[in-house]
């Protein structure tokens, strides 16, 4: 629980917060979450994750370490506490997941405080879902191609572009955009901006089915969209710093939702032992396999790998370069799922056939899902491949790949 | 080695396989197959009875063409070809992901013909009259086990009544008749049951592969007459046991031919898709993978051949060659898979993108008749009384 | 979790770390290593006595550095760092490849201070004097087994007589005593054997790793005195069990420094090195794999320094943590070697580029003690009774 | 055995190779052979050698579908039985491997007849050894970046550089060398000659270490060596086309020698079963451990799936792109024996520690000697890189990595 080193400030929250959570959690809904928050499509979901989410931050749970000004809690070192305590109580996680992880960061380092003011309170209380603007079809690994443009007209700025990989934009009230607004220099022409989306003239929001058969994110069409200047994050020109800033907080918006709830790796690989224990393989369980046990092995050395890597990277002197270990959390955690989730469908054999919805699926089919949703993971947000190059180039300092 | 070094490929094979992959492309191209399984994904994963797809006119045809009597002994009126050609069939039903009971009625008929009785030539001359057949072999553990067929038989004067669950029967809804694995105390036997007997319900699964249909079935006391019975109380393992390399050579060439259609479908997406100034294949993060790709589809696809080969021609090593294929094979189908969808980037995650159905296709048979890890587990085993 | 958050790695094990790195690097750089090992290779290779490069002046700074007495306990006069301090010291001294019996003075110190005895105490202060020792434990199988340590012990009242042959010492002419294993019927005692004790014979191995010396040793009726006995028998498995994890972890971070060195060796390489026009860290075919072993090191380092606490302070967790770094530091040992030879190209093949050095230093590491699988395997054991 | 098919003339070559090669096999050295003739370094083992490959020449069973003009036998399919038969007897390799492998097909196509009479003879008898100069220390995986230059000088040809990676070449009268002639284009700028080595002024061969421990390849040095036109092959400009030929033809050189004797892949994988059966893991034989046996499946998949490749790349119907099999081989025989002998030391386990002369390393200390010598295999000739640059270029049709 890591209690041991709170400060008395500290203790006391985090007693606060797990007695708050115990006997607040909510009773479980009769259909069942997705995997992750960024795939919820159901309106009964969202208001049970909205409600959920508003519940905490008056709690005192979310954005314990904003400052006040802006809505939050204006403490130091309570949100790792209240994520802590939210794992441990197993609640639902929090639904305003790229908001919290992706654009809340951003907006306080390159918005001015009016902006912070207006947009921050209610993106804790998840009155109002953002969604993000990154990837487009023709820019998906090269971020820095977006083509989606702005053009100044006067106080306002003139959208039109096509967006893709958009979660959440069918709830969603607000998007971070990165917007092209010159053509003469691939980085330096872009520029950040917030834009509306929901009831707004020119935006059109099409969910995209994913490879699992189920909806989980969009393509979003601007057609002559209008904003204020005031929506602009940051300098003309400066876009791609201020998506440096939103991606250097990203790690974790797709899978933990920055809270608690959802299947934990842990019990993901405990999950691959149980089931290994119960499939049936030539003649005994997979279990009695020991080219069976060694693969599980690999993947729980892995995980628990990566929980120990995360706790040396606070470790200063154990830590030669500062985003070495920071930069390399996308990757790990993506593909240690896939490959569990991988194995999990090896081990369950003839019944990794079976999927939603068929009473004899393992686990709910939860290995066949998990695995195709992986790909989500490996993709979005800078595939595998473009990983490699950061780390490649901005750690071990080799030339740039393009 | 008594194998021919051309694994019996010769001119009519290749006539037979040039073909097939003509009249595919012609009747089954991938617009056909996205429309009729892929159009919906609530109709794919929602509907309240799982969908069983199926074109009678183009089964009318490939029954023309003479495909499901390929395997059937010119004896029981078939046209008995090498197995390097039923081999090749499959491997263009997998590279167009074929919606069709074909390949599970090659299954079956590949078991009938291992046995010499009144019964597998009746059901033999019913494949050769047009009607689809399907094994029902495996047990609630997923891969066949003499030990244990779930279904038990009672063998009377008249024939046997049958009682009991048979699991992960392929393409159960599409087809005339089941090959039943049944025992008798400790004696398996094969028995015809038609998928129309009373008794017989055939339960759907819902299944993650889009290109097939999968089901459950149990039989409730249900009759059947001498006639249709393939292989008395005793006789069934044998039979099983012969043909199971068969099973395994016709499954792996059909991921031979879906990942040949994964690898040529993401290099055209590699030559064509740009980012950072490039087409992907210029990176080798791309271009690698794509090779290993290559790599492991031309492994894969040699043994399966020299499996089929074998099948005909050296049936002692015939189960080796074919688990060597089949762990090959589900291997490279994982892998090939895999890096389509990742290679494809976010557009191959979407439902629009056709590599989800090979995808889903190839991992189905990645665990069917067990997986590679399964295959070479059984094929250590064989090293053991060797020095 | 007890354990504490930052591993006990605190400014006293900075500073030691630090000055460590420092003292190496001035003190036994690549060129000394060059030159003290792989100068010549008829000398490494195939001198009538495999060679031990032993630099007692080196040793002596060592000891008084007090790197020897780091995992002393202070209650026997030394420091009593903690393990993580430990760890970091023969990180470092993977790092300069380091010939020396400092590691394996350090596994035999950890083992000692296991035993609550009279004579372990005494080998400590002789440890504290600056001698160096080594364990004698491994049967000719090459894995510390209980049942079977490859040496009896008759146990007078005296003291005990000592037969038969221990494998696999690690540094066995570098150092002044033995920590031996062995038998009385069915118990395992634990018994300090000076080097030069009459009836003991070192055959040194011919080795591929340039870095140490390895040999067997025979017992032929060796004496000692009862002050010589660490642990009598049946206390020995005890002792040694409770070592264990000690030794994974020493040896797993040693990998860890080794592999660090190899990716910042390699990386350098793959800056200045040009082909096709370009350096060749540009391409990802060389890109990917060095960003590959970088992630392997950083998992093996984290749980390195995760057993390293546990030791401390979570003993009921130790094994299973020293087990994990094991796995993970031999696999990435395993593969930086491979890649640091691979990706230096033709240079990286010939006896004149360094890297050969570390690549066999680490695939001895990998082995020792048992490798990844092994360790997995015995990780698989402990979940066999959770649910 | 492959004889079914022998055509009568065949058959009865067949039937003469069997007999002789039983009759005339050499009784074996006191010293170990290498693993490969290109590893030969002592003057016993080339006697030894030499004299066996002259008198398999002498016995027609060297260079039998070559033209008889020029030293050959005249046959056709003759060599392949030849070569089978050598395997099949166990009889040392053929040393004179770059010659027969590689100069030889190259002059054969680019030569004019006059070269084919003066040097294919003697290279068939093993009377003179040739070599190849292609790799340079700035030019490794990039052969056509090669600096060595070839300056014209009335009717000869003034050669200056350094070559590497030059098996054989302490022993060898001629070698084959590409050289530069221009700087105006890096491919055409490149010539192909015939040079020779011993007794040549200006020519220094200096013998490299492996890291093995052992002599095996040299370097090189021309200063000055003059060498008449007539050594050229080809047009000038034209070199990197020859060097192409003598490419397509290497496959095998690095390994096999064209002709007999040498662990063949089965005998290497059989030794992996064996090793496991005699090995202690865990208490019992590593071969009694699922997953060594799962890994050494994996092996003998793979090395079976290699022996029906090239078995599948005669089947014309079976073969679409006609380089897509051939440009396989390099990469999957060197990876092949990579893996297989780093699972040889893994099961090996601590005895994998035992060197050469160690009377306790199991086999011979085989295990670990292959899995270092294996890095030869997959550097030499085009790195495993370059290999799937080659195959994803010229075999998939994607853009070119440089």
Known sequence: MDAKKDTPEQAEFRDHARRWLRENKPAPLSTRLPEYPIEVVSDEHRRYLCDWQKKCYQAGLVACDYPKEFGGGGHSGFQRIASQEMGAAGTPYLINVIGLNMA???????????????????????????????????????????????????????????????????????????????????????????????????????????????????????????????????????????????????????????????????????????????????GKTAWDDA??????????????????????????????????????????????????????????????????????????????????????????????????????????GLAKSK | MAQPKDFGFGEDEQMLRDSARKFLADNAGIETLRRSVAHDHHEAYES???????????????????????????????????????????????????????????????????AASDGARAALTRIVGGEASALAITNADGVWDSADSGVTAKVTKKGATLNGTV??????????????????????????????????????????????????????????????????????????????????????????????????????YAQMRKQFDHPIGFFQAVKHPLVNMMVKIDEARSLVYAAACAIDVEPKSAERYARLAKSSASDMAAFCSGRSVQLHGGIGFTWECDVHIYFKRQKHNQMLFGDGLFQRSKLADMFDSAA
Not at chain 1, 377 to 387: D, F, H, N, R
Not at chain 2, 75 to 103: F, N, Q, T, W
Request: aromatic share 6%; proline share 5%.
């Open chain 2, 167 to 268: 699991h992960f029967v392929q393409d159960a809804r599409k087809v005339a008749f089941f090959v039943v694995a049944a025992k008798s105390g400790k004696k398996v036997g094969l028995y015809v049951v038609n998928a129309d007997t009373p008794g017989v319900t055939i339960h759907p699964d819902r299944i993650v592969d889009l290109t097939r249909d999968q089901a459950h079935i149990t039989f409730e006391n249900v009759t059947i007459p001498a006639t249709q019975i393939v292989a008395p109380a005793g006789e069934g393992e044998a039979v099983l046991t012969k043909a199971m390399p068969a099973w395994l050579t016709i499954v792996a060439a059909d991921m031979c031919g879906a990942g040949e259609w994964q690898l040529q479908t993401t290099t055209a």
């Open chain 2, 48 to 114: 309240p009875v799982p969908p069983a797809t199926y074109d009678a006119d183009l089964w009318a045809k490939m029954v023309e063409l003479g495909w499901t009597t390929l395997a059937v002994p010119e004896s029981s009126g078939g046209s008995g070809m090498k197995m390097v050609a039923v081999a090749a069939l499959a491997e263009e039903a997998g590279r167009a992901a074929l919606v069709s009971p074909l390949i599970t009625t090659l299954l079956a008929t590949c078991t009938l013909r291992e």
């Open chain 1, 104 to 282: 809340a960061p951003t907006i306080l380092h390159h918005g001015s405080d009016e902006l912070k003011r207006k947009f921050l309170p209610p993106l804790f209380a998840a009155d109002e879902i953002w969604c993000q603007g990154f990837s487009e079809p023709n820019a998906g690994s090269d971020l820095a191609g977006a083509q989606t443009s702005a053009v100044r007209s006067g106080d306002n700025w003139i959208l039109n572009g096509h967006k893709v990989w958009t979660s959440l934009a069918t709830f969603a009230s607000w998007m971070i955009i990165l917007c092209r607004t010159s053509n003469d220099d691939k980085y330096k022409g872009l520029t950040y901006y917030v834009t509306p989306i929901a009831n707004t003239k020119g935006v059109t929001v099409r969910p995209l089915i994913k490879i699992t058969g189920q909806a989980g994110f969009n393509e979003v069409l601007f057609e002559d969209v209008v904003i204020p200047d005031a929506y602009r994050l940051d300098e003309v020109g400066n876009g791609w710093q201020v998506a440096m800033t939103t991606l250097l907080h990203e790690r974790g918006a797709a899978e933990g939702a920055g809270g608690g709830g959802g299947d934990t790796l842990e019990e993901r690989t405990a999950g691959l032992v149980r089931l290994a224990k119960r499939m049936k393989r030539n």
């Open chain 1, 291 to 396: 080219a069976i046990r060694d693969r599980i092995m690999q993947i729980i050395v892995r995980a628990e790998g990566m929980r120990q890597l995360y706790r040396r990277a606070r470790v200063g002197g154990l830590i030669e370069h500062p985003m070495r270990i920071p930069l390399q959390g996308k990757l790990l955690i993506s593909e240690l799922l896939q490959d569990a989730s991988a194995l999990g469908m090896e081990i369950a054999g003839a019944h990794a056939s079976l999927y939603l919805g068929d009473a004899n699926a393992p686990d709910g089919a939860e290995w066949p899902l998990s695995y195709l949703n992986s790909y989500g993971i490996t993709i979005a947000a800078g595939t595998s491949e473009v990983q490699r190059n950061i780390l490649g180039e901005r750690v071990l």
